[in-house]
């Protein structure tokens, strides 16, 4: 038996035990699991040297270096994290819906959790830490399947999890982690129906689309984000630029960072300039189309290719149009359904953007950046779902649920 | 283009309108659409007669042909089905959620439709109409690929639709039948992320195991009931026979009959010649564990593939446990999360039995043929979902819907 069929069976089986814990359990778990990251930091950070150590010698870039590594103060957000998640309800055995039928049955809808979560991602430790702790809050058990850049700091930090684990209620074969780094391991999982309830892949395009591509276990899509900004001619052009230049560069490696601006024609003609020298100095390179590049000679020019593009960077690509229909065909074109968001004084143009604008979630008058489980509410986010079945948006502890339906009966048959 | 192609466009470009149409919008399309079926009853019965009669030829057996044929009283329930769809409320632009965050922004999750439809299904005509009545109510676009045996049936059935829409201001091109018979054009379907939003396969296993096994767009997993009735030591025995006789001779081919009965020993060893009798009285061929055969020598041997079968017919297998722990180990090994039912006058049992089984609906002392959209009192429904994801059980309105958030701002950025 395959490591990954291995472990996903006893994720199942654990799965079992963690529907029938009580919020106390889960919660005393979560806090031993905060303790021993701390207890074990420096064994933590001794793993994390190994994978940077291999990193460089692989000549990874140093922003990834940058996000695979882990010191005291890191250690110590992951482990506050896990704080965060026994602060947020339990949504398990929450009644959802109560109805008696005319023949005395008694229907209730009940929060059941998902059962077993695949999560497959890439380089970052903490995701680690913040996948255990949701899934474990939920009742579900994991099958973690992370990068192999990320495979020694990853197996320790499991390790100390389940020591954590081990003197608590929740089984520790509820988290699993699968230490093969061979590709065949994720093609596995794609295909573990039965085993695995649901599979939430995180990470770059080509991981994303390799899950969503190959997969007959139901996925969770995250992911992609070519977020939008429309400046519609009544926009206050002050608060126009300030939302602009959050939404770009305030964290342009993030899936809700804005990538293409579009300015109506009204105000690109007398304030295109203005804009271009409010990104610039925040050292944004700017690519325009024709009409942006004839106001603002200095842009670069936008090639067809970079109205799709995901840029991550301090890049944006700029497009004037005549008005609002114009700026509603381009992002059902190129927007990817994440985060758009207009700016405009005129209260029927915002009302029809946010209605007729196909995204998770869309914006009058306020950053793109705000798409994120935190910044609603949520507290900690599994990632930000760009599909329309199951969840939309940033995904709170409700999204890693299911239902069930208890009916109650006196011995009524169906006529 | 290939068809499915040029068509699923066609009914992505309709999404965009149907999503903005009025509750009344939607409601007198399903009108004109329940009229055109009565006033075209002939020339639907007449297409009809196509299918039957190629079904004849190619020797169909007549319980299938039976599921195919239309006559003037199956036409009318199809009209009264889309007239009791305008009587549901609609949950489109529903707020779910509502809440103001520290820094002012004003956060609405809203109900939207889910986009374009893809129904994957087979022989019975009346499943094209309850589909299009549901989708269009909804907000939705839907493509549909029937089955071949209905292929004449089927064009005609939207032929006289699409004639009714031309009259609404649901536009036409929302509702899209495959007239390819070709299995390509089932694959094809399976793979057109972006402009299929779901996939709702409806019919027997094969034809489900295809989609849910080779489809890159998200599935919504209808079907298989491999459902079970425990009669538990405490159980009143006239309500657990009665319990079981409707569970499996009421219908016995859909999917939330019982295929497996089991019998605590103790009920076993005083009743279960009762039992058998019972059910030999309405014509149930009974197939025995060693146990169950030892007591009644005349039911015929279960063999060990008899637990996972769903016999969808006068068949049943039965099987003397010791106790609740071997029916629950006994329905986790082989039900198919549908739905389960104990029979006990046990209130301890009864929520053990509730609580562990892992179902989409699980039963204390009833029935599980109340597993339906009717009986639930959703009114018409789409199928009973058999996944954890985005639905599961009885499919109401809501579960054709996604939502989206809305975000009012005043200028807000991120810190």
Redesign the interface.
Known sequence: MSEVISKSKLAKQAA?TM??LTTAQKNEALLLMADALLTEQQAIIEANGKDLQRGKELGTSASLLDRLALNETRIAAMAEGLRQIVELPDPIGDTLES?D?PNG?Q?RKIR?P??VIGMIYEARPNVTVDAAGLCLKTGNAVVLRGGSSALFSNEKIVEVLHGALTRSAVPADALQLILSADRSSVDEML?L?GLI??LIPRGGHSLIQNV???A?V????TGAGVCHTFIDQSA?LD?AI??G???KA?RPSVCNSMETLLVHEAIAEQHLAAIAEAFQGVNVELRGDERARTLVPSMVVAEQSDWGTEYGDYILSIKVVQNLDEALTHI?TYGTMHSECIVTEDAGNAERF???V??????????T???DGF???FGAEIGIST????A??PMGLPALT?????????????E
């Open positions: 079992r529907g029938n109805f039928r049955l229907i059941v998902l059962g295909k129906n309830d649901v969503v591509n190959n007959s139901p996925v969770i899509e206050q608060m300030r939302i230049i959050n939404a305030q059902r946010l209605q007729e196909d995204a998770a979630a869309v914006y009058h008058n306020a950053s950046r705000f798409t910044e609603f509410g599909q329309k079945l199951h939309r948006g299911s239902t069930k339906y208890r009916i109650y009966g006196s011995g009524q048959i169906r």
